[in-house]
């Protein structure tokens, strides 16, 4: 062996073990070992990114994380900073400013029982953790010199924990299942050695128009060992003995004899159909008490999907960015069908089939998507399926389904999701009941459109949908007078309209086409040639406040927000020259906010104005930047994995600047090489000579050998295999420096 060569009690010999382990280590790390579940979790070097360490399954229904803080709209279970756990919860929430559904949570305790969080906490150190996506364990101080150790692993809809005890007569498990002021049930059945129950609660409700009294997250706990004593309570007043409680803020308890260093197994299920679903789901997926066998195969299923990818020519910090990315963007949508059935939050009932949730379509429409149906196609007829039956079920393609629709953020872009699959050859779901859906977005005006100012997360409203459609039928544009948000809707639905025009194309549908083509122009009619930036406007036709209107943004957010036409928006500008000193003032002037997505494309518009260089440096600038192998490593919200999507494309030197073409527009490769196995069997590979820090230009691109002469590849290049070759160097050049698409009005039938 290696380590003979040193004389191992010298001290002089330690450094250069360390250094061998550390090598040893990277030679044979597979492609989990090399994500960082802190990236994102916590304040830190870039900002917060409002991630959590989820141990589950690729798209897993329920996700499992150590709890160090009350999860709710607004802020999630687990944050780098905080020293102390209260639990460790199966959650649905998938971004900090989405709530929880359907959750439950486990708390290994000792001593007398503790039914609040405060009460509750475990000291803890990161030092004591192991975060993967596969097994996450920690060792917590129980108080008195105690420490009791948890571990878990998980399926697609449940866990299996393992609680290590010291000496105790009082070892206990609490499960709780609903929060002060949420009602539900808890049930000890003592043949089965089970707890079961539900949990009712949806934290966004309020966000979105259905009740859903049907609604509920149901659970089956089951144990290993025989309990010494069980319990519940309700309103954390104990019931020593009793069985069931139904009633609000419940859980329930067991109590365990226990010697030195004594394991207790936990599995758990999780179901949004019913407890019987729920033990069904557990029986399916964790039949055994073998914790490691579940493990093991959950690590392999993560090294699959991760190991499409292999990188060459990165930095150790690079590597870690690139896999934990990967891993943020392979969570969302989250499956929410069970073995052939699901529960639709959008007309209560349960159905036959496969479902999805968690599309925060707002933010993940612009690369998140795209790269799913690259890593992921086998799941992309299922996905779009999901949202069409949204549709059908509740009257509308969702914005965010969290699991039901929530009226937050704007446009439908759902359409854009549509697009793109049939853009991109996808089938697997209905395209007639596709194009019904799309149409309804762009053609129907919400209920009670005229009566409501539709602000955002604005209460007591029904769905949003298109927000004005009553107005900008009439006008062409959303009045700022009568609509929130206005001039931001306006643009970003000129794009969708510019996606239903797509799918009606599929459809033989040309009339249509030309209908959709032609009204995604309208984005012209909010351009103000006195300011050279787009503008809100008012339904008699002046000009609104020009900070009034917009979502989440400014004027520099939003005046190059037409993902479909940018030719045209340049032209309108007044030309390239025009087009660059606004964009160079935007990016000087500190405007490009990469921690919101509308601004995600805008490093990539210099490729259409005939100065792609600047492309090149700007988004190699903005990924060494706004990312980073640390706890604050995310440049904002990672909103479903779209801020990590853009790190994948930018890294792999191209992006979907218009996700629906199916195009995509030269950047500047980080490695240099990354080979990418594509799941059909088939390996698209993109090198790049000559690349380091300071080479982020481009010299010139070969695509299978042909000399690449403008900044775009398709779909279609990436999905039949082939090979991309960048020349890379330290100085700018013209390379596709004479690229000049035509602008959609001049695509147009006469």
Known sequence: MIWNRFHLRSSHCWPTILFLTVLVSALFAEPVDRVNLYIGSGEGAVAYGGTMPFVTTPFGMTNWTPQTRQNKVGGVSYKY??????????????AIWMGDYGYVTIIPELDSIKTTPEARQLPFSHADEVTTPYYYSVSADAGQY??????????DHSAIMRFTFPASRNANIVVEATRPGIKGLVHFDPDKNEISGYNPDRMDAGLGPFVLPNFKGYFVIQFSKQSSDHGTYANAELRPGAGSAMDSNVGAYLSFETKGSETVEVKIGTSFISIDQARENLARE??????????????????DKLGMFSLEGESPDQEKIFYTALYHALLYPKLFSEYGHYY????????AGVSYTAYSIWDTFRAEHSLLTLAAPERNGDMITALLQNYREGGWLPKWPNPSYTNIMIGTHADSLIAESIN?????FDY????????????????DDTRHRWFDREPNTPYEARAGLTYSKKLGYIPDDKTAEDASSTLEETYDDWCVAQVAKALGKTADYEYFLRRSLNYKLLFNPATGFMQARNSDGSWADPSFGWTEGNKWVYTWAVLHDIPGLMKLMGGADKFNAELDEHFRGGHNQHDNEPSHHYGYLYDYSGQPW???????EIAARFYANDPGGIDGDDDCGQMSAWYIFTTLGFYPLNPASGNYLIGSPTYSKITFNLPSGKTFISTAVNNSEQNVYIQSVKLNGVPLTIPVIRYTDIVNGGKLEFIMGPAPSRWAAD????????????
Do not use: C
Request: glycine share 4%; charged share 25%; hydrophobic share 35%.
């Open 432 to 447: 007639k009941l596709a194009y019904e859906a799309v149409y309804k977005d762009a053609m129907t005006p919400p209920d």
């Open 739 to 750: 690229w000049n698409p035509p602008a959609l009005a001049d695509s147009l039938p006469k």
């Open 344 to 351: 639709s939050a959008f007309d209560d009932t349960v159905h």
């Open 81 to 94: 900073q905080d020293t102390a756990i209260t639990g460790f919860i199966g959650t649905h929430q998938p």
């Open 286 to 303: 964790i039949p055994d008490w073998n914790f490691d066998s579940v493990s093991t195969r959950l690590k392999q299923l993560w090294n």
């Open 146 to 155: 105690r420490r009791i150790r948890t571990e878990i692993t998980a399926t």
């Open 424 to 428: 991109k050859g996808f089938h697997g």
């Open 614 to 620: 600047k492309t090149q440096a700007k988004v190699r």
